[in-house]
C-alpha cells in the first residue's frame, strides 16, 4: 500500500470527515461502522480516544467517552483495532484525544504505537498553541502531523497558528463545547480566508454541523467538513445496530459534500 497522508483526503474532492469515539458500544462495532463510512464516502477518520475529562466535548461526546472507559476500553486496544482496520480501509485517519491520555500513556510510545498502528495524526484540542511543539516535535519524528485547531476567538493568532499548522486546519465553527447546532452564524469563510493567506493548507470545519445541508454549506466555504455529535448520537440511540443508520448518514453527507 503506498503511503497514506492526510492530504490525500483533500485531493479529489471537498472532504467529508465523519468522528466516532473508539468503545462505544464497544470495540469490534466502531471497527465496524468504520468501515462502513469510508464504504459510505469518508474521506477521513477522526478516532476519538476517550477520556474522563474531555473538555471540548459536550453532552453527546462526553457521554460516548463514558460508555467506552466503563465498557474497558483501553489506548492500547484502541491501536490493535486500528492496526486490524488498517487491512481493510486505505483513507488516512488522525486520532483526536487530549494531552492526558498522551501523558500518562509516554509521549515517545504513543507516538510509536500510533504510527506502527496506521494513522496519520493527531488532534489535541486542550494543547494551546503556544505548548504545541511539545507534541508535534515527536510527533513529526514518527511521520505524524498535529493537526492545529483554530477558534472564532482567535482572530489575531489564526495567522500564526496557520504559518506552521500540518495535515489540515480543523476550523472550530462556534464557540463552546461540540454538538449539534441549529445554525451557524461564525463567519467562517473569513477565518478560512485568514488561514489561506500565510499558509496553503486544506481546512475542515468542525463543530455543530448535523445536516447534510449544513455540511455542504460548510464545505462550500472551506475543503471540508466534519461532523461528530450527530453520528455519536446514533451509536448512544442504536448501540450495536448503530452500523446501518449510521452508514445512511455518512452516505448523505458524504454526497452533499462532495457536490459543494
Same mark, same amino acid.
Given at each position: 500500500m503506498a503511503e497514506i497522508k492526510i492530504a490525500d483526503a483533500f485531493a479529489a474532492h471537498k472532504a467529508f470527515i465523519p468522528f466516532i469515539t473508539c468503545g462505544d458500544p464497544d470495540l469490534p462495532t466502531t471497527e465496524e461502522i468504520v468501515v462502513k463510512m469510508v464504504e459510505a464516502g469518508a474521506d477521513l477518520v477522526e478516532l476519538g480516544i476517550p477520556f474522563s475529562d474531555p473538555t471540548a466535548e459536550g453532552p453527546v461526546i462526553q457521554g460516548a467517552n &463514558?460508555?467506552?472507559l466503563t465498557g474497558g476500553v483501553t489506548t492500547d486496544k484502541i491501536f490493535d483495532m486500528v492496526k486490524d482496520l488498517r487491512t481493510k480501509v486505505s483513507i488516512p485517519m488522525v486520532f483526536m484525544t487530549y494531552a492526558n491520555v498522551v501523558y500518562s500513556y509516554g509521549m515517545e510510545r504513543f507516538m510509536t504505537n500510533a504510527a506502527s498502528a496506521g494513522v496519520q495524526g493527531l488532534i489535541l484540542p486542550d494543547v494551546p498553541y503556544e505548548e504545541k511543539e511539545e507534541f508535534a516535535v515527536p510527533a513529526k519524528a514518527h =511521520? &505524524?502531523? &498535529? %493537526?492545529? @485547531?483554530?477558534?472564532p476567538t482567535s482572530h489575531d493568532r489564526i495567522r #500564526?497558528?496557520?504559518k506552521s499548522a500540518e =495535515?489540515? %486546519?480543523?476550523?472550530?465553527?462556534? @464557540? =463552546? %463545547? #461540540?454538538g449539534m447546532r441549529t445554525e451557524i452564524t461564525t463567519d467562517v469563510k473569513a477565518m478560512v480566508d485568514l488561514v489561506k493567506s500565510e499558509n496553503n493548507i486544506p481546512c475542515a470545519i468542525g463543530f455543530g454541523i448535523s445536516t447534510p445541508e449544513q455540511a455542504a454549506d460548510m464545505a462550500g466555504k472551506s475543503d471540508g467538513a466534519i461532523v461528530g455529535s450527530a453520528i455519536v448520537k446514533l451509536c448512544e440511540k442504536y448501540g450495536r445496530d448503530a452500523v446501518g443508520p449510521i452508514y445512511e448518514l455518512v452516505k448523505s453527507m458524504a454526497d452533499a459534500v462532495h457536490e459543494a
Open positions: &463514558l460508555r467506552a =511521520g &505524524l502531523e &498535529l %493537526v492545529s @485547531l483554530i477558534a #500564526t497558528i496557520a =495535515g489540515f %486546519v480543523y476550523c472550530v465553527s462556534s @464557540l =463552546g %463545547v #461540540t
